[in-house]
């Protein structure tokens, strides 16, 4: 007679309860409506081969695509004005209001577990990162959707884990000043 399999985990990932929160304004969350985790891609070394002709070897370098979220405006438009901000920070037309220091810092997307249970969320951490575009955010009498803009974000690297267990490090990339 076969054994039944049964699964361990019941329930199926879904991309309906995400928060963003960004290491440089910590006390500001940003409701994800939509996101995509980045592409990681490395390249190839050819490698000559007297027989085979060529042969490959990956790098030792992987690149990250930037990181783009959709998100919900607060009613003060408090996080929009922060990344804002932060965006505007390195590039302040009075020199004199410039920041001098680093403008990269870690952020963390947080996948809300299906069961309500915090130890089984996941968590995407962006290690130095910055905004690089803010989206338009559009005005509409006969709409009453809440308000959504977008932001991009460029990553050095990425790594992922559970809530409740120490996070898988990726050592890709190359490390920044801590942030």
């Known amino acids: 007679m076969s054994e039944i399999i049964k699964p361990k985990k019941y329930n199926t990932a879904r991309a309906t309860n995400y928060v963003l929160n960004l290491g440089k304004i910590p006390d500001v969350e940003f409701w994800v409506q939509t996101c995509n985790i980045p592409t990681i891609s490395t390249n190839e070394i050819t490698i000559g081969h007297p027989v085979h002709g060529q042969t490959y070897i990956p ?3 992987a690149v990250f695509s930037p990181f783009v979220v959709t998100f919900l405006v607060d009613e003060d438009y408090h996080n929009y004005i922060q990344l804002m901000s932060l965006l505007l920070a390195p590039s302040n037309p009075d020199v004199r209001e410039r920041n001098s220091g680093s403008n990269k810092f ?4 947080h996948i809300l577990s299906n069961n309500k249970n915090p130890n089984d969320d996941v968590i995407f951490t962006f290690h130095g990162m910055f905004p690089t575009l803010i989206g338009e955010i559009g005005f509409n ?3 009453p959707e809440p308000v959504v803009t977008d932001v991009t974000f460029q990553i050095d690297y990425m790594t992922v884990g559970h809530a409740g267990t120490r996070a898988i490090k990726n050592d890709v990339g190359p490390l920044t ?3």
Request: no cysteine; hydrophobic share 10%.
């Open 59 to 61: 790098s030792s370098t």
């Open 106 to 109: 870690t952020g963390s997307l």
């Open 177 to 179: 000043d801590g942030s």
């Open 141 to 143: 009498n006969e709409n």
